[in-house]
C-alpha cells in the first residue's frame, strides 16, 4: 500500500472540470513535482491534499485512512506557499513556533526544536528578526522551517520558488533537496518551471487542463515524453513527419532524405519527436541550412531550416569548428534517441 | 558645470516650488490658519450684555471654564459619548469588515454600498430617522413595543446620553468599517490557511493571526470616529437638543444665542487642543507600537 494515495480524485467549480480522474500512488520519502502550465489544476490538487478545498470525486487517503475527512488543522501536512504567508507580526522565531504551541509542546521544547529548525534551513541568529525586514530568500527559508518544524507526514509545496531570483532560486533548489534527502520527509512540489521539477523530484506528473498526461521520473518524462504536450512542455522539442517506406528491404523508416531500419509495429506516417541536443552534424542525413547560430557560452544553438520544416539543434561549445549561418548541412541522429508518435497527435 | 551655477539652479528650483506651493499656501493661510489665530485672540476678549465684545486682553473667558464645573462636566459628557460611540463602531465595525472582506465578489460590492450608502444622506436626516423611530410616544419603535404590552413607557432616547452614542455609532460606522477593510486589504489571503495548516482553529487564527494584523486598521478608525464624535454638532444638537449639550453644541450656543462670542471662542479652541492632543497622543503610541512590524 501506498503511502499517500489519490485515487480517481476531480474537483468541479459548477460545470467547469479543474481537476479529472487523479489517480497517483506516492511512496514514503518520495519527492513528487506537479508540472504543468497554470491553470492546469496542480495547485487546486495540491489544495485538496492540504484540505482547503473539497474533492468532488475521488478518494485521498494518507497511510489507508480517508483524509477527506480529517479537518485540515488535524492532517498535520507542512505547507509552504506561493506568497510564504509568514504572520508579519510575529518574529521568525514565533512564526516557527505557532505550530508548536498549536500542539502543546512545552517551553523548553520547543525553544529547542525551534531552534533546530531554523539552524537547518540556515538562520541561526535570526531568531528576532520580523518578516518584514528579511530577504524574500529568507522568508522562504523561515516559511519551510515553520513547514518543517512540526514533523509533517508530507510537505506540500506550492511554486515555494518563484518569486525568488534566478540565481537564488539555483541556491535554495539544491538547498530543498538537501534538506528533503536528509530529514527524508515525503514531499509534493507545485510548479509550472520544468528545470526545478526535473533537478528535484524522484518522479514529475506532467498536468494538462486538469488531466495527468504522464507519471515517470525526469528522465523518462524527458527522454520518452508520453504526448506531444508533454515533450513541448518539458523543454525543446522538435517534430518531423516521417513515413515508412516498405519498397526498400527490410522497409525503412524516411524523413526527407534521412533514413533508418524501421522499427517493429510501426507502419504508416509517425511523427518523429527529438531532442535539440541529440541531433548531430554528419555527411548524410537530413537536409538542412542553418539560418540562425547562437552562442550561448557552455553551447551553440542553430536555428536551421529543413526538408521537413524549421528544427533546432544544440550542440556543446567543446572547441571544435561549427558550421555558420548559411551554410548547408546535414543532420543525423541515432535510431533510439527519438521517439515516435501515430501522426496527427502532433501538436 | 561650476559650482557657482550649481547653487544658482538651486536657488532657481527652491524659488520655483516655493512659487508653485504659494496658491495653495496661501489658500491655507487664508481660510484656516488666520480664522483659527482670530478665534485663538477671541477668546481673549471681553464681552457684556450692554457692550458686546471688547478687544481686550483679559483671562475672563478661560477663568469662567476653568472654575465653573457646569463646563467640565460639558466636555466631561463629550468624551465620553465620544469614547463609547467609538468603542461600538470598533466592536461591531471589525467583524463587519472581517465578514465582508469574505464575500464572493457580487455580495462584496453589494453590502459595500450597503454600509457606505448612509455616507450619501445628510448626517441630519440620519439622525431625525432615529428621533421618528424613538421619539417620545409617537415614535414608531416605541408605539409597536407599546402595542404589543412589552413595555409601558416610551424608550428613553431623545435628550438622553445613551440615544447620542447610539446615533453617533450609526453616523461614523463607515469610517470605522472602511479603515478596518483597508487593513484586511493588506493580509495574504493565504495566511488563514497557513495558520489552519500548522494545526489552528478559527477562534485562534482570528485572536492571534488576523487581529494583531488589523489592530492598526481599527486604531486609525477609532482615532477617526473618536475625533469626529467629539466635534460633531448635528447628531448631538438634534438627539441632545439644549437639554443635553456637548461641547459643539455649547460653542454654536454661545456664538449664536447669548452672542457671546468670546466665551464660544475658548470653549471652540480648548475642544480643538483637546482634540489635538488626544488624536497626535494615541498616534504616536500607535506608531512606537506597530513600527517594528508595520512599516
Redesign the interface.
Known sequence: MAFLELDGVGKQFGSQTVVDDFSLAVERGEFISFLGPSGCGKTTTLQMI???LEPSRGAIRLEGRDLTKVH????????V???Y?????MTAAENVA??LE??NVKRNERAKRVGAALAMVGLKGFEER?P?RMSGGQQQRVALA??LV?QPSVLLLDEPLSNLDAKLREEMQIELRQIQRTIGTTTILVTHDQNEAMSLSDRIVVMSQGRIEQIGTPQQTYERPASAFVSQFLGKTNDFAANVDRTAQPARLVAGSWHAPAPVGVTDTVTISLRPERISFADSGLAAKIVTRIFQGNHWLFQCETECGPAIVIRQNDGSPQPGEGEAVRLDWRVEDMSLRASGGAA | MTAAADTSTQTAETRASWALTLPALMLFVGVLVIPLLMTVMLSFHDWGQYKGIEPVFILKNWQEIASDPYYAEMFWRTFRIALLATLITAVLGAPEAYILNRMSGRWKGIFLLLILGPLLISVVARTLGWALLFGGNNGLVNKLLMSLGLIRAPLPFMFTETGMVVALAHVMMPFMVLSVWAALQRV?P??E?????????AF?IIR??IL??IMPGVLSGAIIVFSLSASAFATPAIIGGRRLKVAATLAYDEFLNTLNWPLGAAVAVLLLLALVLIVVGSNALIERRYA????
Open positions: 492540504a484540505g482547503f485540515p488543522a488535524k492532517r498535520g501536512l507542512g505547507i506557499f506561493q506568497s504567508a509568514l504572520f508579519p507580526h505557532f505550530g498549536m500542539r520580523y518584514r515553520r513547514a512540526i | 495574504d493565504q495566511i490557511n497557513a495558520a489552519m495548516s500548522l494545526g489552528a482553529g485562534t492571534r493571526i494583531p494584523q517594528e512590524v508595520f512599516r
